[in-house]
């Protein structure tokens, strides 16, 4: 059975850094896209960043570039998401998701078959 634990998600002040951490079980690592989304309240979930964890490829939403860095590591199968820079509009609670590999875009949510059970970012200005 697939799961997927988060954790490092904080209350930090705008400026601030957090990194996330998806910690990865039960499932073939190489090969499958992985993501972080985010949802605030009253808002639709949005994608944050991927990468394909059988190579290179990575993703961010035009919001977080340059500010927020995903990145793996295949021998702990484990996944991050350093944030830097953190604004108050990043407040949300953030997911780790995984997936096949398939054709539809990195930040469609509807595509991903797995999902933690999400971790809090709160920032405050």
């Known amino acids: 059975q697939v799961q997927l634990v988060e954790s490092g998600g904080g209350s930090v002040q705008a400026g601030g850094s957090l990194r996330l951490s998806c910690a990865a079980s039960?499932?073939?690592?190489?090969?499958?896209?992985m993501g972080w989304f985010r949802q605030a309240p009253g808002k639709d979930r949005e994608g944050v960043a991927s990468?394909?964890?059988?190579?290179?490829?990575?993703y961010y939403a035009d919001s977080v570039k340059g500010r927020f860095t995903i990145s793996r590591d295949s021998s702990k199968n484990t996944l991050y998401l350093q944030m830097n820079s953190l604004k108050p509009e990043d407040t949300a609670m953030y997911y780790c998701?995984?997936?096949?590999?398939?054709?539809?875009?990195?930040?469609?949510?509807?595509?991903?078959?797995?999902w933690g059970q999400g971790t809090q970012v709160t920032v405050s200005s």
């Open positions: 998701a995984a997936r096949d590999l398939s054709s539809a875009s990195w930040a469609d949510f509807h595509s991903y078959n797995y």
């Open positions: 990468i394909v964890t059988g190579g290179l490829g990575t």
């Open positions: 039960g499932y073939t690592y190489a090969s499958r896209r």
